[in-house]
């Protein structure tokens, strides 16, 4: 169990400009989940997946965000033309398939949009 | 709607001295409860959870939360705290149910500092 991974740990971006974060979770997990948090506040949820499927997005996640989870592994989440408001720490989580099992969170990628 | 309220921003407390961080929540259907630990530049730690049964339930490094239905609480409490525990700590929701999602509301955290 090497636990969940992020990368990149940091990003800085200008504004405009399109970001990607990759998220890998831990092997045997279906199910992954994508957080955001700001400055001196708790994370928010973003999206989920079960295996492939992305099954629920919060209102947070504005069209210029996009994820994937191709095969039900890894997964990517996309930010296109940033914005300062989009600095933020990024966090992923997996977990087995029950509500309520342990979510494992990884370090997050830190964005700093310029 | 779902909503957690961490009633302290900011808990400031002597080494061996006890601590309690509290949680409230809000809910129109039953949750499990949570307890995660964020150490400076590390990833969120699960403490402990409540899921069902007995209400008072242990976790890692001495920590013990009680879970109240009636108050609809989820109050975290350690009876003597080490220097090693200054970090920030997150209550956390989600709804019970097969077809929910298993997603986390959080609060907005608390900053435990453990002075010598």
């Known amino acids: 169990d090497t636990g969940v991974s992020q990368d990149p740990r940091h990003k800085i971006t200008k504004r405009g400009q399109n970001v990607t974060f990759r998220c890998d979770p831990i092997s045997e997990h279906n199910r992954l989940y994508w957080y955001r948090q700001t400055l001196g506040q708790g994370p928010e949820f973003l999206t989920y997946f079960q295996n492939e499927a992305q099954l629920e997005k919060s209102r947070l996640l504005s069209d210029r965000f996009s994820a994937e989870r191709p095969k039900g592994s890894f997964s990517t989440l996309e930010i296109q033309r940033t914005e300062q408001g989009d600095s933020a720490m990024y966090l992923c989580a997996s977990s087995r398939g029950l509500n309520g099992d342990t979510q494992y969170f990884g370090p997050g990628t830190r964005l700093t949009v310029l | ?116």
């Not at chain 2, 200054?86 to 149910?97: I, Q």
């Open chain 2, 1 to 116: 709607a779902q909503s957690v309220t961490q009633l302290d921003s900011q808990v400031p407390v002597f080494e061996e001295a006890p601590v309690e961080l509290r949680c409230n929540y809000s809910s129109s259907v039953s949750v499990y409860l949570f307890w995660y630990v964020q150490y400076p530049n590390q990833g969120l730690q699960l403490l402990l959870k409540y899921l069902s049964g007995s209400t008072l339930v242990k976790g890692i490094n001495g920590f013990e939360a009680e879970f109240n239905k009636s108050q609809t609480s989820f109050h975290l409490r350690k009876p003597s705290v080490h220097i090693s525990d200054t970090a920030e700590y997150f209550c956390a929701v989600s709804h019970v149910g097969s077809g929910n999602t298993g997603k986390l509301i959080f609060g907005q955290g608390t900053t435990l500092q453990v002075k010598p």
